[in-house]
């Protein structure tokens, strides 16, 4: 049986050599060249509707507030949606636990706090209905996007992207027009 190793995708040109990779082994080399044209033709599009000016930061808060730091695809389509990560922000790459009071320092702009595993009986999944949280969650924008857009590097991850610019233009919009509060 033949067995193909790939490595684990940290950005869109990770995604599509591994895409590109795949097609090869399974002998669709020109529809994977299609795949990766039609997902350039939508990023771009969706890019270009990103609002300009200071990106406004993102926190994903995960089980045992694991978080995006740069280098990571979770934190590509942040970047492409709009966001900047706390990551970003607070200049790590991988991901990081990321105790409150650094989450709070990173002052976010939009939240998410969904994760697959926010249901399991642990100490580090309660963490996520910390008093703090729940008030950051109830005076800051949120966002529920599914893992199946992030967990993977897929085309679908478009659907995130999509997600994110749609709130980075409300957050824009109820401020006027721009991101206020640069940091």
Same mark, same amino acid.
């Given at each position: 049986?033949?067995?193909?190793?790939?490595?684990?995708?940290?950005?869109?040109?990770?995604?599509?050599?591994?895409?590109?990779?795949?097609?090869?082994?399974?002998?669709?080399?020109?529809?994977?060249?299609?795949?990766?044209?039609?997902?350039?033709?939508?990023?771009?599009?969706?890019?270009?509707?990103?609002?300009?000016?200071?990106?406004?930061?993102?926190?994903?808060?995960?089980?045992?507030?694991?978080?995006?730091?740069?280098?990571?695809?979770?934190?590509?389509?942040?970047?492409?949606?709009?966001?900047?990560?706390?990551?970003?922000?607070?200049?790590?790459?991988?991901?990081?636990?990321?105790?409150?009071?650094?989450? &709070?320092? *990173?002052?976010?702009? %939009? !939240?998410?706090?969904?994760?697959?595993? =926010?249901? $399991?009986?642990?100490? @580090? #999944?309660?963490?996520?209905?910390?008093?703090?949280?729940?008030?950051?969650?109830?005076?800051?924008?949120?966002?529920?996007?599914?893992?199946?857009?992030?967990?993977?590097?897929?085309?679908?991850? &478009?659907? *995130?992207?999509?997600? %994110? !610019?749609?709130?980075?233009?409300?957050? =824009?919009? $109820?401020?006027?027009? @721009? #991101?206020?509060?640069?940091?």
């Amino acid at each position: 049986v033949r067995v193909e190793l790939f490595m684990a995708e940290n950005s869109f040109a990770d995604m599509r050599t591994n895409i590109r990779k795949l097609a090869a082994v399974v002998g669709e080399s020109e529809r994977g060249e299609r795949l990766i044209a039609d997902f350039d033709r939508d990023l771009a599009r969706l890019r270009a509707q990103v609002p300009s000016g200071q990106m406004p930061v993102y926190a994903d808060i995960g089980v045992n507030h694991v978080m995006a730091g740069k280098d990571t695809f979770a934190a590509e389509i942040a970047n492409a949606g709009g966001f900047r990560t706390v990551g970003d922000v607070q200049n790590f790459s991988g991901y990081q636990t990321v105790p409150l009071e650094r989450l &709070l320092a *990173a002052k976010p702009d %939009l !939240v998410s706090n969904t994760t697959g595993y =926010d249901d $399991a009986p642990s100490l @580090s #999944t309660q963490a996520l209905n910390h008093p703090l949280i729940r008030k950051l969650i109830a005076h800051t924008a949120s966002i529920d996007i599914p893992s199946r857009y992030t967990d993977c590097a897929t085309p679908e991850s &478009l659907k *995130a992207i999509a997600l %994110l !610019v749609e709130a980075r233009r409300k957050i =824009d919009a $109820a401020r006027g027009g @721009s #991101t206020r509060g640069v940091r």
